[in-house]
């Protein structure tokens, strides 16, 4: 299939590429999707979901797949907020099995789905795992997904032959917290994590709803003392909620956080040779 996952620890995955002869890649990177909200924007859902298939690019979701909000036990739950095909007496088994219906058709392309505040809210107060009960009707339809957590780490290994790999490169997913800020939209948590994951290379947030990718250049040295240069890529990912709508009501109105961007981001990978040195160029590309 060109790409395989396999587990290395709790919440570490392997993203194992054929470089073979292929030499360009593509990885669509989600956060937020917010799936059965009504707000969610379907249609851009799907299109990025058959580009993936398209692209045979593996999905890496950051969480807050399922909103989750509508249950009677929530304080926030407005019947008219909810989908109808989210309505019985059944809600939590409802969001999974709509949810698995949707993706199934892409169920070759899912990688990694990771938790959310919504998902671990569920858990908390409902014992039950949406994401994982996700990952496990995906699986039952021959996907290759693996339930990752709130964080988690992704190596992507790209290998030209059995003995020989191109180059690996570790991304970190974090969910996300705080409230992103009004001015900064989260961008000095960037700060925070690349302190705390000082061995990725790529770091990849949503929770707030922003859109925004920021290279962090560092100086480091080899073990055998050779000082170098190079960056930590941070990707922060929107999601495909639209909550401010026309402006006239609701959470985000009222605080004032304004329309958010929607979307999500492919991550295009690169390998090469200079000499005798294998390369890998990254970048990060707006999925609209």
Known sequence: ?????EPMHRNVYSLNFDASEQREFWILLRSDAHHDNPKCDWDMERRHLQQAKERNAPIIDNGDLFCAMQGKWDKRS????MRPEHQGGNYLDLLVEEAADFYKPYASQW???GKG???TAIRKQHETDLTERLVSRLQSFGSPVQGSGYGGYVRLNFIESPNKHHKTIWLHHYHGTGGGGPVTRGTIQTNRLAVMHPDAHIVLTGHTHDEWVMPIPRQRVTRFGRPYHDEQLHI???GYKDAWGDGDSGWEVERMLGPKNLGAAWLYVRCYRDGDHREVEIEARRAK
Do not use: F, L, S
Not at 78 to 81: C, T
């Open 111 to 113: 990688a990694i789905i």
């Open 117 to 119: 505040n919504h998902e």
């Open 1 to 5: 299939m060109g790409w395989t996952i």
């Open 78 to 81: 407005d019947k008219a907020a």
């Open 236 to 238: 922060r990912v929107p």
